[in-house]
């Protein structure tokens, strides 16, 4: 029989405990607890209307397509797809989503499902595999596909003065309406399917999708629950300020071309972005059906941007991971022994799975 000395043995495990150090650090989070006696207000010169949201009742031609049985027993897969309202990025201007439909009697809630678009589908891969596992079948999950970017980065780069850039930069703002009309569209779906329980829908979007998700949230009164991972307010400060490489490119090509400082470039952005910033629309959610997960270190969504959309939510129970836009992440991962996917499950779980009365998403008057 082979033995190790002691050494050996004392060496493996201090290995051991330094791996572990390394992989809870990925982890590491401030917890900031809802805020319930907190009442969110408007900005000053902001009315809050939503009415750009809103959009004509049309029918809707819809394909949904039985894929076959999903390796979780508890689901059919089918994927699912009919047109934009208007132009979304991705290709032919369709919403195409992978619908794990429960095989459970009865209404079951739904969790919708925003992606990064054009990014890593990992997070909301993932999130979508994992709620199905978690519940067994007690959630539906409607994965929505972002193949593409939201935004034409190409053509944004390709502005020759001020007032096309301007011009293009309207029409990628108004993409995110587009979306945020899609999600609606997406419930009006819902609600003509009888083993999808209506009064129980949520929202999950990452980064650019957590954008769209929080202002369909304020803009929907039939969601119920809405979480926001790695996102913010204020758009036309993250587009300003964040240190990734589609925004960098951008940022340099207009201080370069168009002879504009930092001070500039956001002063442009502004009024462009202002009917798709949330913050416009504080004091329309109830904080408690709402879980804001983001980056204490991001270098993407400055903490002024993250803070709006807190403030706008009400100060609802937050998670800040200590680390950067990406590598917080990691947190989703084996690397941090995947608590942000369980911290998202237990929310679930106690906001959609009880079968007792719940409250819209939207304020009530």
Not at 84 to 100: M, R, T, V
Not at 116 to 130: C, K, M, Q, V
Not at 333 to 349: A, V
Request: hydrophobic fraction near 40%.
């Amino acid at each position: 029989m082979l033995t190790m000395s002691k050494p050996v043995i004392l060496f493996r495990r201090a290995l051991v405990c330094v791996m572990a150090l390394l992989l809870s650090a990925c982890a590491s989070y401030i917890h900031t607890p809802l805020e319930s006696q907190h009442n969110s207000s408007p900005l000053v010169n902001s009315d809050g209307d939503v009415s750009i949201f809103v959009y004509p009742e049309q029918a809707q031609q819809v394909k949904l397509e039985a894929v076959g049985e999903d390796s979780n027993k508890h689901y059919r897969l089918h994927r699912l797809e009919f047109s934009s309202y208007g132009i979304n990025g991705q290709k032919d201007n369709l919403i195409s989503a992978d619908f794990q439909m429960s095989k459970l009697p009865g209404k079951n809630p739904l969790l919708i499902v925003l992606p990064l678009y054009g990014s890593y589908t990992y997070p909301s891969d993932e999130i979508s595999a994992g709620v199905a596992s978690h519940s067994d079948g007690g959630i539906h999950v409607l994965n929505v596909l972002g193949e593409q970017f939201m935004w034409d980065w190409e053509a944004l780069g390709q502005a020759s003065d001020p007032a096309q850039f301007r011009e293009l930069m309207a029409q990628q703002a108004e993409r995110i309406r587009v979306n945020v009309v899609d999600v609606s569209r997406i419930i009006d779906w819902a609600q003509s399917r009888p083993e999808i329980d209506t009064d129980r829908i949520a929202i999950i979007g990452f980064s650019h999708g957590a954008l769209v998700a929080s202002i369909a949230a304020v803009a929907e009164p039939r969601l119920n629950t809405g979480i926001f991972v790695m996102a913010g307010a204020n758009p036309h400060e993250l587009i300003a300020s964040c240190q990734l490489e589609r925004t960098d490119t951008i940022r340099n090509m207009v201080q370069q071309r168009f002879d504009w400082d930092l001070e500039r470039y956001r002063e442009e952005l502004e009024p462009i972005f202002a009917p798709y910033n949330v913050a416009r629309y504080a004091g329309r959610v109830e904080p408690e059906n709402v879980l804001v997960i983001d980056s204490y270190y991001d270098t993407c969504m400055p903490r002024s941007s993250r803070d709006a959309l807190w403030e706008a939510m009400g100060r609802p129970e937050r998670i800040s991971y200590e680390y950067d836009h990406k590598v917080s992440f990691l947190s989703m991962t084996p690397l941090g022994f995947y608590n942000m996917r369980h911290i998202i499950y237990d929310f679930l779980d106690k906001q959609l799975l009880p079968h007792t009365d719940t409250s819209s998403l939207l304020a009530k008057d």
